[in-house]
């Protein structure tokens, strides 16, 4: 007795598998699903051409999320730069205020001294930017060494921190800001098109299957269905 061939899989058309997407840094590809799960269920598709536009839709939806969370990645990082720069002000005016104390100190021992002082009020090690600016040159006299690196720091100036209504005007970007908007308006309708595009082919699908002719069935017809003998009853 032959085996009966084994049937071949039935091939898929994959029209449901959608684009493949590509995450950045940050994004979770569990969240894309759920937002495109969530069109699909508002907007179940009938056919490839809806299918199409669904998956458009949900491709804009996600873009729109991104454009959100590019906006708020650029203004953190205005607020930090305000940050850093209020920081750095900070740390100068801490620096200089040991300026006087160097020229003091007349041995290497009296300098690590300071510098540790320094390394201990700025939280961050002083003697680093030392040995990259201001060095102790080979063979040159230690008590030099002091006033060089005074003479160092009051080079930098007084700084000035961003004080109030400044952190907030630092922090805010008016152009991006307009451009943020231009954007989120210009996809925002590309959005509604679709929507748009989307339901006037489900409308369409729908009038046409309400002017489908339905089968008409006769009085001639629905007579002799009527007095037709049932099968297997014998004719009198």
């Known amino acids: 007795m032959k085996k009966d061939k084994k049937k071949p899989n039935a091939l898929k058309h994959g029209a449901y598998s959608g684009p493949v997407q590509m995450f950045m840094w940050g994004e979770d590809s569990a969240d894309y699903e759920a937002l495109r799960n969530g069109v699909y269920a508002e907007y179940p598709p009938d056919g490839p051409s809806e299918v199409h536009w669904v ?22 990082k205005r607020l930090r730069k305000v940050v850093e720069h209020n920081l750095f002000c900070n740390s100068v005016e801490q620096i200089r205020s040991f300026a006087f104390d160097f020229p003091k100190a007349r041995t290497l021992e009296e300098v690590d001294l300071i ?44 700084a ?24 989120v308006e210009r996809l925002d309708a590309q959005i509604e098109k679709t929507v748009k595009r989307l339901m006037q082919i489900k409308t369409m699908k729908q009038m046409n299957q309400a002017l489908e002719p339905k089968p008409v069935i006769s009085s001639v017809a629905r007579l002799g269905a009527k007095n ?4 297997g009853q014998p004719l009198q």
């Open 55 to 76: 998956e458009t839709l949900a491709d804009l939806l996600w873009r729109r999320r991104r454009l959100d969370t590019f906006d708020s990645a650029s203004t953190l």
């Open 160 to 183: 000035e921190t961003y004080k109030e209504e400044e952190n907030f005007l630092q922090g805010f970007d008016l152009e991006a800001m307009d451009g943020h908007l231009a954007r």
């Open 115 to 158: 510098i540790k002082k320094v390394s201990s009020v700025t939280g961050f090690d002083f003697s680093m930017l030392v040995s990259l600016l201001w060095p102790l040159a080979p063979g040159a006299d230690p008590e030099a060494w002091g006033p060089q690196i005074a003479k160092g720091i009051l080079r930098f100036g007084p």
């Open 228 to 231: 037709k003998p049932d099968q």
